[in-house]
């Protein structure tokens, strides 16, 4: 808002192929615009300053226009210049009005063959593009904290990030690297080969964030990546799951709050906010609408996942192979059931490309996702070494992308137990 309590809305307006009935005498463009029932009240005063400027004060609703000629040149491609300047007092009746006030204009101008038309100041977009930005930075960070943990945990830390991007935002997120300057420094200063700060989402725009929920697939689906897929898959439906968007193998529940119609409205408003776009009321009352609901959701989905994380009740020393847990009252995992996600484990596993299967990604995600007692599922597992049906190995990555981590190696055909 201006400094002075109003609200400001101004425009340039060009007479290109001097079409315009008022010529170039702002008295006359002033008239017109007076006449217009759409934009002024009977209780409305015109008054002329001089050859240049004339204002129109329209007094129900506190709004002052000022339709002012401006000296043009006579070797360019217009014939006159009028700087159209609208000031209202910023209460809540007058900024509705308001609204609708600048639309009308602009439309009328329009329709009087003005050639080219520039609006050069819109204080009302401005203050409804700041009150949603508050809003639209917490549900962008609530989205980039929910991907950052599921991937990463479902996953790996090693490489999810890579796998959840196309290679444009690739090549964006790399030419950008050098606005993360506050804890990326650590990183540079500590290991200079990796990321072990790493803050790589916070170089993703808005609409490549939404893309990774509901465009995206795991892996990006590069044609050699799809063919490796195809290889790798032991029947139609390893196939069909490797294939999946995000939003299909992984997000279900965003489907049902109507996610990407709501994410593709947004990075619209988003994009008005970054630029100083321009926004009508009815489209922020539909932001604010679409902000509430997914704030409301993600804040949920996080809740969801800090929950699977607060609930792990066992302690596991993987190299000392010792745990202790307390039972929280999870289900009990059968024998038979811990091979079928085994089998299961193996198959997605395949499908992606991975030739390990990593046993914490198994036992904390996989299996404590699902609300299984992890320190039974563990206990499973040792009985099918014993009996020599898996190994527990050190796995250590030949291509140097993983970390060395312990993994489960099957060696022959598992059993079909009974529950």
Not at 59 to 73: A, C, P, Q
Request: charged share 30%; with cysteine.
């Amino acid at each position: 808002m201006a400094n002075n309590g109003k609200i400001e809305f101004s425009c340039l307006c060009f007479d290109k192929d001097n079409q315009c009935v008022f010529g170039d005498d702002p008295s006359r463009l002033a008239m017109s615009l007076k006449s217009n029932i759409l934009l002024f009240p009977k209780n409305t005063t015109i008054t002329d300053h001089d050859n240049t400027k004339t204002l129109i004060k329209d007094n129900d609703n506190g709004l002052v226009l000022s339709v002012i000629k401006l000296s043009g040149s006579n070797f360019l491609d217009y014939t006159a210049v009028f700087y159209l300047k609208c000031e209202i007092i910023g209460n809540e009746k007058n900024i509705s009005y308001l609204d609708k006030f600048r639309l009308n204009i602009v439309n009328y101008l329009v329709e009087q063959k003005l050639g080219k038309i520039y609006v050069t100041t819109d204080e009302l977009s401005s203050m409804l593009l700041n009150e949603l930005y508050i809003k639209m930075n917490k549900v962008e960070n609530l989205l980039r904290s929910y991907i950052t943990k599921h991937f990463s945990m479902t996953e790996g830390v090693s490489y999810w990030f890579n796998n959840v991007l196309d290679n444009e935002v690739k090549n964006k997120t790399g030419k950008r690297k050098g606005n993360e300057d506050v804890f990326s420094t650590i990183v540079e200063e500590n290991d200079k080969k990796g990321f072990v700060v790493d803050t790589r989402m916070y170089l993703i725009d808005f609409e490549d964030l939404g893309n990774i929920i509901y465009a995206n697939s795991f892996g990006n689906l590069k044609i050699e990546d799809l063919v490796t897929r195809i290889e790798n898959s032991e029947d139609l439906d390893d196939l069909k799951l490797a294939v999946k968007n995000n939003i299909e193998r992984y997000f279900q529940s965003f489907k049902d709050v109507r996610f990407q119609e709501k994410w593709d409205f947004l990075k619209n408003i988003r994009h008005k906010i970054a630029h100083n776009g321009l926004i009508s009321i009815e489209q922020k009352t539909k932001a604010d609408l679409y902000l509430n609901e997914l704030i409301n959701f993600m804040t949920e989905k996080d809740t969801e996942t800090i929950g699977k994380i607060s609930d792990v009740d066992i302690f596991i020393d993987i190299e000392k192979r010792e745990y202790s847990y307390i039972d929280f009252h999870h289900k009990e995992i059968t024998k038979n059931e811990l091979i079928l996600e085994l089998s299961n484990y193996q198959k997605w596993s395949k499908s992606i490309g991975r030739d390990f299967l990593g046993l914490k990604n198994f036992l904390f995600n996989r299996l404590g996702g699902m609300d299984f007692h992890i320190g039974k599922a563990w206990d499973k597992l040792e009985e099918l070494e014993q009996d020599g049906y898996i190994q527990i190995y050190e796995w250590k990555d030949p291509k140097g992308i993983y970390t060395d981590q312990k993994a489960i190696k099957i060696l022959k055909d598992l059993p079909i137990y009974s529950v």
